[in-house]
């Protein structure tokens, strides 16, 4: 009595599996090879330290915009203060109140 045996390829995984016909067990099972994920080390290491400064940089442009937040906001809140000094008796213009 000779066992039959089929070769099958997995859909998801790729993987390749040798499968008794008559039981239904697998005979042998093998996965398919990974690729390597880093190439060349020391190109894989200066892209990172490219990285570094490019974060670096982006925290310090955020670091200066925070400095200068509050005085922005000063300067906004003094100019909007002039002008409802200047108009003291105008009602402010509501659009979801007063739309309707």
């Known amino acids: 009595m000779s066992s039959r045996t089929l070769d099958v390829s997995c859909p998801c995984c790729n993987a390749t599996m040798r499968v008794d016909a008559e039981t239904g067990t697998v005979l042998f099972h093998k ?3 990974k690729p390597k994920l880093i190439e ?3 190109a894989a290491v200066q892209g990172l330290r490219g990285e570094a400064s490019r974060r670096e940089e ?3 442009k955020s670091l200066a915009d925070q400095k200068t937040r509050q005085s922005t906001l000063d300067k906004k809140f003094e100019e909007l203060l002039k002008q409802a000094s200047a108009n003291p008796d105008e009602k402010p213009f509501r659009p979801d109140f007063d739309l309707d």
């Open 58 to 60: 982006i925290f310090q």
């Open 31 to 33: 996965e398919p090879e």
């Open 40 to 42: 060349d080390l020391s």
